[in-house]
């Protein structure tokens, strides 16, 4: 039976008891502890850095940022190299190509090209660089063991005809890669910008004029940061994207043989720098992957573009990564108090996704960069430790509460084990106590099923609404007789409402009458478990009738948990029609020996005490013939009843006799009555006589022959003087015969009809022949005298002989019975057999 559903509780004390909940709490606060343990170290501690750096490349990797159009890369590649000579070239290429360029008028010229040695060409090339504004490069050493670092700058008089310096340092991070760039670089004692920073402050001061100006994000944005209070070094992050390389870009020797148009080059920023493969000035970058490394150029092109769209990626402060990671971590935890192991998983992987996502969003929308990293990895480090934690905890209560039920006694027997019980590691000690508590479970199970099925009473059992959920094999062959559905599934006032209520079972209470009048009344709402308030009532218990006329007591039983909570109820019916069968014999009975054999033996006291009071005797014989009258009276009714015990509870001694002797030592028996009446008696045996045929059957002798005697006596007492009384013999075979004997498929049977010319018996009366204390005539022939035990003495002989007895009369017209008994055959001639009840 299903117990009714539990109400989910956030208390771990209602789940698992108040110990397992206290451990259950503080592992819960441990493994939450370690979290964020994990998440300070990855955020503050850069305990992920390196799967902060992988994942921060592949967001870039994924998406491609728009490029500036104003950006134009003049490469110093392998074909310039080929057709201008071995590096480096004379100052004077350099001039002539700035003169080449001055012509097309570009906004500004970014010379990636350290000039850092004196050349006698050097007025040439600074008379070039001032024709256009051109930034020059100069190098940074790194620093020192004070911390100082000498600025390497172009010669002066190119420094001086320069319209900006800045620095081309370009630091790798801790993998080789360039993912970053600071605006401002220097010592305590001096600052230096980065090479494009002076250019990006002169195009959004608009002394540089573009093509078409870049919208900016927000005003200074370009030269300054808002976190930057003029003393740290503004580092941004690059956002490279799969097309950083997809600038215009130009020859060198081709711009400086004149073979570019000068509209391509007109209102743009030229950046010029060495891409062939020989020089090889070239870095690692995030989408190194699919590009490889990228030269120093594109860096800068790249740098330049995010300074003038500003779209620089700021990364999170630590501490801000830290709290933000957090909440993923609580979520978790939250919903490691009320979910499932399964659930909990979905729950992990769906914060993880979540803490990503939003790390991706913020780096594309927000410019922010936010690793998902410490979160991802505090759920990572968390979630499996937790499940170990609660497998452990959970296999040590089962383990307990296992032994404590192997420890137990069971109330069903086992078979005897072939091995030690328990061995191996501790999984296969848990998996041996789960399989024998399995066990034990179906073996319970099995003997409460056979238990309610090898009841001979109807059981049913319910649910708290009243709906039948189980129906014993009793219950179900009883219902199919009455023609009902089956009762599972349907209410138990459904299955009962056919019932008829006779009365309330009687308690002795004085409110036994108000229970009966309240049981009719309210029936058959009674019979819903739903209403309490006849629980009471239905569990004294109810008589009640089915279709067929039987009576039944029906009771219902509380059926609870181990909490004492009702979670069913159980129904039992009781057929009583025996019980009250023989309640009536009982009060028949009574009734014969308060009346019947009490009023002989008080007439015979009474008439002794008369006699005895005269002086002088009289009437003397006829006195003691009323005497002897009244005592033969309550002597034949003490014999009948004797008589009729024997036949209905003692061993019958069967052995092989004829039929047609019994018949005539019955027909003796009776001839005194019959002579006196003028009956003639008359036997037949088939026409032959009964010595030739015998019909012979295995009965008691004596008890046949009482029961031959009875229908005899019966036939004497209801016939009219000078009649006949018959009586004949037949034997029956398979084939022909009485219907009786055709039904039970016998061989051979052996019939007895004893017809007299009496008074009959009508077809009303004719029902209840057979019962006890049945008398007939009794207004008609006061003068027949009889207790009404004989013709159920002759039905109880003649079924217990496996016979049939069968009563063809009418009033007027006479009566027949006709006694059937199976006819002997070989083996039983040979031995005698016992027949017991």
């Known amino acids: ?47 992920t850095a390196s799967v902060d750096n992988l994942v921060y490349d592949r967001f870039l990797s994924l998406r491609a940022q728009p490029l500036l159009r104003d950006i134009v890369v003049l ?62 490069p100069m190098l940074l050493t790194p620093p020192d063991s004070a911390g100082r670092r000498v600025a390497v700058e172009p010669v002066a ?66 030269a300054t940061p808002s976190n930057d209070n003029g003393e740290g070094e503004g580092r941004f992050l690059i956002p490279f994207g799969p097309n950083a390389q997809n600038y215009a870009k130009l020859s060198f020797a081709s711009v400086l043989a004149g073979d570019v148009p000068a509209d391509r080059l007109r209102g743009r920023i030229v950046l010029i720098g060495v891409t062939a493969s020989g020089l090889y000035d070239r870095f690692a970058t995030p989408v190194s992957g699919e590009l490889g490394p990228l030269p120093g150029v594109y860096i800068h092109a790249n740098v330049l573009d995010t300074l003038l769209t500003g779209r620089e990626l700021e990364p999170a402060e630590p501490w801000v990564l830290f709290a933000v990671s957090l909440w993923p971590l609580a979520a978790l935890l939250a919903g490691f108090l009320v979910l499932s192991p399964r659930r909990s998983l979905l729950l992990t992987v769906a914060l993880g996704v979540l803490a990503t996502a939003g790390s991706a969003v913020l780096l594309y929308g927000a410019r922010l960069w936010m690793s998902p990293m410490p979160a991802v990895f505090g759920l990572i480090v968390v979630y499996p430790i937790w499940n170990w934690r609660r497998l452990e905890m959970t296999m040590a209560y089962l383990r307990k509460e296992l032994q404590r039920l192997a420890d137990e006694p069971h109330l069903l027997p086992e078979t005897p084990q072939r091995r030690r019980e328990f061995g191996g590691d501790v999984l296969e000690q848990h998996m041996a106590l789960m399989a024998q508590a399995a066990q034990r479970v179906q073996d319970m199970k099995r003997f409460v099923w056979d238990s309610l099925d090898s009841m001979p009473e109807p059981i049913l059992v319910s649910d708290v ?38 009365k309330t079972i009687d308690s002795g209470a004085a409110t036994d009458a108000e229970n009966n009048l309240l049981a009719h009344a309210q029936w058959p709402a009674l019979l819903d478990p739903a209403r309490r308030e006849f629980a009471a009532l239905m569990a004294q218990g109810v008589e009640v009738r089915d279709a067929h006329a039987c009576d039944h007591l029906l009771r219902y039983a509380n059926c609870t948990n181990e909490q004492g909570e009702t979670t069913g109820w159980i129904a039992g019916l009781v057929d009583v029609s025996a019980l009250h069968a023989a309640e009536r014999q009982r009060e028949d009975a009574l009734q014969l020996l308060s009346h019947d054999m009490r009023s002989p033996q008080a007439s015979i006291l009474a008439l002794v005490e008369i006699e005895r009071a005269r002086s002088e005797p009289v009437l003397a014989r006829g006195l003691l013939e009323r005497i002897e009258r009244y005592a033969q009276r309550a002597l034949t009714l003490a014999d009948d009843f004797v008589q009729l015990a024997r036949a209905e509870s003692q ?44 019909h012979w059957i295995c009965a008691d002798r004596s008890l046949m022959t009482r029961a031959l005697v009875n229908i005899l006596n019966n036939a004497v007492k209801y016939s009219p003087p000078d009649t006949r009384i018959t009586c004949s013999l037949k034997s029956l075979g398979a084939s022909g015969g009485l219907a009786q004997a055709a039904a039970r498929g016998a061989a051979k049977r052996v019939s007895c009809t004893i017809r007299d010319e009496g008074y009959g018996i009508s077809k009303e009366q004719q029902t209840s022949l057979f019962e006890r204390f049945r008398r007939f005539h009794e207004t008609e022939r006061p003068e027949v005298g009889g207790a009404g035990l004989g013709m159920a003495f002759v039905k109880i002989v003649v079924t217990r002989h496996g016979g049939d007895v069968d009563v063809v009369s009418a009033p007027g017209e006479g009566t027949a019975f006709t006694i059937s008994l199976p006819a002997l055959d070989d083996a039983q001639s040979d031995s005698a057999v016992t027949m017991r009840s």
Not at 166 to 185: K, M, Q, T, W, Y
Not at 189 to 216: D, F, K, T
Not at 483 to 501: C, D, H, I, N
């Open 651 to 694: 061993t019958y001694v069967l052995e092989p006799v004829s039929m047609a002797e019994l018949m005539i030592d019955a027909s003796d028996e009776v001839w005194p009555q019959a002579h006196a009446k003028r009956i003639t008696l008359q036997t037949d045996a088939d026409g032959e006589t009964a010595a030739d045929e015998g």
């Open 1 to 47: 039976m299903p117990n009714p559903p539990t109400r989910l509780s956030l208390d771990p004390h209602a789940r698992l008891g108040r110990r397992a909940g206290r451990r259950f709490l503080l592992e819960w606060v441990g493994i939450g502890c370690l979290g964020i343990a994990v998440i300070l170290l990855s955020s503050l501690g850069h305990l």
């Open 75 to 136: 490469e110093i590649d392998n074909a310039s190299i080929a057709r201008l000579g071995r590096w480096p070239w004379p100052r004077s290429v350099h001039a002539r190509l700035l003169e080449q360029l001055a012509k097309a008028k570009p906004a500004a010229v970014i010379y990636d090209v350290l000039f850092t040695e004196a050349n006698p060409e050097d007025a040439q090339l600074a008379r070039a660089i001032a024709r256009s504004p051109t930034y020059l």
């Open 465 to 502: 609404q009243g709906i039948v959920l189980i129906a014993n094999h009793a219950a179900k062959a009883h219902f199919a007789r009455l023609g009902a559905p089956l009762p599972e599934g349907r209410s138990m006032r459904a299955v009962l409402g056919g019932l008829t209520l006779v």
């Open 157 to 222: 008089p190119l420094a001086q005809a320069a319209a900006g310096l800045g620095h081309i340092n370009l630091e790798v991070d801790s993998d080789g890669i360039v993912r970053s760039v600071a605006r401002f670089e220097g010592d305590p004692g001096s600052r230096w910008p980065q090479l494009m920073v002076p250019v990006a402050q002169a195009v959004e001061r608009g002394a540089l004029r573009l093509s078409e100006r870049p919208r900016w994000q927000s005003s200074g944005a370009a």
